[in-house]
């Protein structure tokens, strides 16, 4: 199975920060790499699809890139509604392996 | 875009079985596939595995091959996951999502997720 390895586990930032966080396979995982974001007791939020490919309805303040091994969310200009949980998962290979999520907290 | 809505809570006991029901609001739902996820308490996403609504074929993640079950009913638009042999560890939420691929290798990814069905199993 590919490992999905996120870091930080946490950050806390403020309103208006730049925020980045990296997610990181155990072996090639292409382009198929998705990025979704939970808030507590709510159904995960598709953000990002194929590394960097904008979900419809999805703020241009966020953005993925990388390919191959290593990749990142950036979250510019931090509001309010995005202090949540950030989980990568790639769809190169089964099973579709997720990390172990990225929660953002407010500073 | 397509709500996915499904079935209520559960309590179990070891050793018996759950199964969860997972319908979508529109007729589109055999084009795709469905995706089963389950978070336990405080962790992560797991993925369970995948089923496409379009031909029937499945895969299930490794460590729950033998427990797991997923069907679908394109006639009322409604997939099924079944777990059986339940074990306290496999208290969590459970997922369904619709995967807009319909066969696993093409650019699959899950735009739509249902609410989460809680199940608990205790003696």
């Known amino acids: 199975d590919i490992q999905m390895t996120q870091s930080p586990s946490s950050l806390s930032a403020s309103v208006g920060d730049r925020v980045t966080i990296t997610c990181r396979a155990s072996?090639?995982?292409?382009?198929?790499l998705n990025w979704y974001q939970q808030k507590p007791g709510e159904a995960p939020r598709l953000l990002i699809y194929?590394?960097?490919s904008l979900q419809s309805a999805v703020p241009s303040r966020f953005s993925g890139s990388g390919s191959g091994t290593d990749f990142t969310l950036t979250i510019s200009n931090l509001q309010p509604e995005d202090f949540a949980t950030y989980h990568c998962?790639?769809?190169?290979?089964?099973?579709?392996?997720f990390g172990q999520g990225t929660t953002v907290e407010i500073k | 875009q397509v709500q996915l809505v499904q079935s209520a809570a559960e309590v179990k006991k070891p050793g018996a079985s759950v199964k969860v029901s997972c319908k979508a609001s529109?007729?589109?739902?055999?084009?795709?596939?469905i995706t089963w996820v389950r978070q336990a308490p405080g962790q992560g996403l797991e993925w369970m595995g995948w089923?496409?609504?379009?031909?029937?074929?499945?895969k299930y993640a490794q460590k729950l091959q033998g427990r797991l079950s997923m069907t679908t009913d394109t006639s009322t638009s409604t997939a099924y996951m079944d777990l059986r042999s339940l074990r306290s560890d496999d208290t969590a939420v459970y997922y369904c999502?619709?995967?807009?691929?319909?066969?696993?290798?093409?650019?699959?990814?899950?735009?739509?997720w249902g609410q989460g069905t809680l199940v608990t199993v205790s003696s």
């Open positions: 999502a619709r995967d807009v691929a319909a066969r696993l290798g093409e650019l699959n990814y899950l735009d739509s």
């Open positions: 529109d007729n589109t739902f055999s084009y795709f596939g």
């Open positions: 089923i496409s609504a379009y031909n029937g074929k499945t």
């Open positions: 072996q090639t995982v292409s382009h198929y």
């Open positions: 194929a590394a960097s």
């Open positions: 998962q790639q769809t190169y290979s089964s099973p579709h392996t």
